[in-house]
């Protein structure tokens, strides 16, 4: 669904991501993790359209879409929910969701899936005419999300959605991703430790220095002394 | 690039600013009896001045400032008011000129300070636009500024027994080539020194500023102080030049002059000010007769430029892409950090 | 003395209803696309000669909206797309952008002057007479410029709050990136946020050209006028900005009537002024 080639994306004439490649099926849950700063955010910022790359290529669906803008990437139904949320927040919550299916195709679908993601997340239903600025972090985290599942997208490229959260929040985050990813999304996750979703992931991919380091199933990894240590070290 | 493209392009741009003043130096030998050429020239350099002193706060610093012709009338009528109240020479003047316009300057930028770009150019503008009915008022005709009138006899400059006058243009071009050249030094000077450093530092990343140790306010107060008082320095030149001084010049149409000379030359690319000040003010000249349209053609040229021509005329001649710059304040301040590393150690 | 007051006040809420009107069009640009645009004082000039040469053709004021409301869209749309859209991608951009607006405020400026003469142009009142309530007098003009404005200011909140493009103009001004990523067209965005500023503007010029005439350059006032009142509510922040329109209309009425004319612009920079130096972000603003 998704193939990415000899990726190298810079910023001003730092160069971030060196020669990425990445490829991901429809309705697989991939995972991408690596310590911070290392090129993870860059990656999926990069695949969005948010930035350009200097050298590789983006297909998705088989459409090169490297230099498409993050517009037609939406409407092609490729939804990137950022780390720092990046919400309206002085708007309600309702408002927030409602311009989270402002595409086209996302319009014509924005009352079954405003239902939908109602339904997967009640706390948001209790709070849709509050500010977005009132929730608090895991609220504000789940709003994200929410939004981003009202682009009515395939594919789901989430941005370290656990940050911060109490071990409590992160669960019922990963839950909800699992639910995502059952219902036969594609979903890309990007994180800094080692989700309780390693199990359910189709593959690990292991980001160090802007490189890819290691591609593999969680059993792969384990078999690597380096990854080993960094898995049970957390 | 190591600590040698450094010094190249240190070399550089005081090449660049040597050549164009010896071949200003030569001019006189040929043009001496064109009056009206000979007074261009030297219109021209004084504008250079008060461009350029922009270009350093607003293209090296990146401070948004839109009070330069304010710090020109300040020095202009301080100089002229304190020669004619102490009876001191005009040479002093001009000094005074200067310092008090400097002072302005840092006054204006104190509350500046912890402002963004567009209201820092809202309360420099501001300065601009109160100077006027300040001038004109009770206050500022008590003080010495003719109100609306202006001041209309200037006293004039003599060097030994010489009198500066407006019959003989090549004196007046000589002094202010020396003038001019000193401004243009200092400002060379503050760009590729530490204070220098820490401005483009500071333009491109305030928060990379901050990280290797530059002290915004500090920096910024220095630059507005200097940018200020270079100008209001020329604007005593300016007054004893011209032989009077009035409200007039606060007019937009300077405004717009100086910041075409800005964006022709090359903002933030030294001498850019002083080419485009040269460039403008003979296209200026040339368009005389189309006066209704002049103001239309820059209008237009300004949008031009901006768009089409980022780095000015002096980017034609040199390119030099955003990341040089950069690249180089990091490595000025790696050095700058591994140097203060050894002396601990 | 009351009724003195009263006649000020009167009088200062509806400066400051049609400065609301002149600022939040600024505060809109601001807002949403982060330019200052220097030209907006330009498009209340074009309002105010749009409606002269359109009211020497002998049809009304009616004539005059039907006409000016599409062309100053399209100039304020055409800006957006010619000027600042190819600036964007720099990293000098916001200076780049103030230069250009100023440049191209320049030209328009200087164009009206090549076209119409340099002197004041004047427009008959929309409409004469008044009502008394008591001691107190209403000019009809006056409360016309009021409901005018008032109407405009609630149609331009009604817009942004209820309709799809005005949420997702409020969206990219919230955050521009997460307008991107959700599929918000953020060029079309900036475009209609040009083009309703230059809207508002010309309207203003419109309204207030029988009152204060019509001059090439008079439209700077109004921009050091718009501009204070933004700064002073919040660059960006339109909510900001009604609140400063008023206070500032009835200080303006105030140093008016009591101190005189000329002290205005003082006393409306030194309320600016001790506001920045206690907030720097201004009444209502927020960084970033």
Known sequence: MLKVNNLETYYGELKILKNVSFSIDEGQLVLLLGPNGHGKSTFLKTICGLVKPRKGSVFFDDLDITKKSVLKIVEMGLTYIPEDRHLFTEMSVRKNMLLGAYSKKARKREKENLEYVFELFPRLKERENQFASTLSGGEARMLAIARGLMSDAKFLAIDEPTLGLSPSLRMSVYDIIRKVSKLGKTVLLVDQSIPDLADMADKIYFMEEGHVTHVGKKEDALKDDKLREIFLGM | MGHGGNLMKIKKDLGVLLAVYGLLALLPIFFHNNMSLMNILIISLIWAVVAGSWDLIMGFAGIFTFGQIAFLVIGGYSSVIFCKLFGISPWFGFLIGGIVAGGAGILVGLPCLKLKGAYVALVTFAVHMILEPFLKSDIGRAIGTGGAQGILTVPPLKIGSYVYNAMEPTPWFYTLLIISFIAFFIIYKVVHSMWGYSFIALRDSELFAQSVGVNAFKYKLIVFGISAALTGMIGGVYANYVGMLSTRILGLDLFLILMVMLVLGGMGRFPGALLGAFITMFISESLRYFDTYRLIIFGLLVMVLVIKMPQGIIGLIFPLGKAGIIERTILHFREKKAKKAEMIT | ?288
């Open chain 3, 1 to 288: 003395m009351l009724i003195e007051l009263i006649d000020v006040l009167i009088s200062g809420i509806t400066n400051g209803s049609v400065y609301a009107l002149m600022a939040i069009g600024m505060a809109l640009v601001y807002g949403v696309t982060k330019v200052f645009n220097f030209a907006y004082g330009s498009f209340y000039s074009m309002g105010g000669y749009l409606a002269f040469t359109v009211f020497g053709l002998k049809f009304g004021y009616f004539p005059v909206l039907i006409i000016a409301v599409p062309l100053l869209f399209l100039a304020g749309f055409a800006t957006e797309v010619i000027l600042i859209k190819p600036l964007r991608h720099r990293a000098d951009w916001e200076m780049a952008a103030v230069m250009v607006t100023l440049g191209l405020a320049m030209f328009l400026d200087n164009t009206f002057q090549a076209i119409y003469g340099p002197f004041t142009k004047s427009l008959p009142a929309l409409f004469t007479g008044g009502m008394e309530l008591g001691p107190i007098w209403i000019g009809n003009q006056n409360m016309a410029m009021f409901v005018i404005s008032i109407v405009v200011l609630t149609s331009f909140m009604l817009f942004l709050s209820k309709t799809r493009l005005g949420m997702a103009v409020e969206a990219v001004a919230q955050d521009m990136d997460g307008a991107q990523i959700v599929g918000i067209p953020i060029n079309v965005v900036f475009g209609v946020t040009f083009a309703v500023s230059a809207l508002l503007a010309g309207l203003g010029g419109i309204l207030l050209a029988p009152k204060y005439f019509v001059s090439p350059f008079g439209g700077w006032d109004i921009l050091v006028k718009a501009w204070v009142i933004t700064a002073l509510g919040g660059m960006g922040s339109i909510r900001g900005s009604l609140y400063a329109a008023f206070i500032l209309g009835i200080i303006e009425a105030m140093v008016g009537y009591w101190i005189g004319f000329t002290w205005i612009l003082f006393a409306w920079f030194a309320v600016l002024l001790t506001t920045l130096i206690i907030r720097p972000q201004g009444l209502f603003g927020t960084w970033g």
